[in-house]
């Protein structure tokens, strides 16, 4: 059984860095597509990255492009998620999920692992 557990969450200002970082427990997670997710007050989960579960190739939502950046170790056990530039927008909880050979999904459910979430704070 893999767990995932998120961590660098926490308030930050507009314009300011957070990183986020998502440890795997278990295994190494070859030939799964991981990703991060998001959920805020009132709003609908987004995808906000992913990485591919077969070439690495990433993705990013048109919120995030150019300030987000989605990455995980060489193990495959840890998952990665630098912000710069963050906008009171960002504010929500962040998820990390896995799903083995396809690509991440919006919904929690539609993947095979997901963490307990970080929440994420920009102030304006």
């Known amino acids: 059984q893999v767990q995932l557990v998120e961590s660098g969450g926490g308030l930050v200002q507009a314009g300011g860095s957070l990183r986020l970082s998502c440890a795997a427990s278990g295994r190494r997670l070859d030939y799964y597509s991981m990703g991060w997710l998001r959920q805020a007050p009132g709003k609908e989960r987004e995808l906000v990255a992913v990485?591919?579960?077969?070439?690495?190739?990433?993705s990013y939502a048109d919120s995030v492009k150019g300030r987000f950046t989605i990455s995980r170790d060489n193990a495959k056990t840890t998952l990665y998620l630098p912000m710069n530039s963050l906008k009171p927008e960002d504010t929500a909880v962040y998820f990390c999920a896995a799903a083995w050979s396809r690509s991440v999904k919006k919904g929690l459910n539609d993947n095979d692992y997901w963490g307990p979430g970080t929440q994420v704070t920009v102030s304006s």
């Open positions: 990485i591919g579960w077969n070439d690495d190739r990433t």
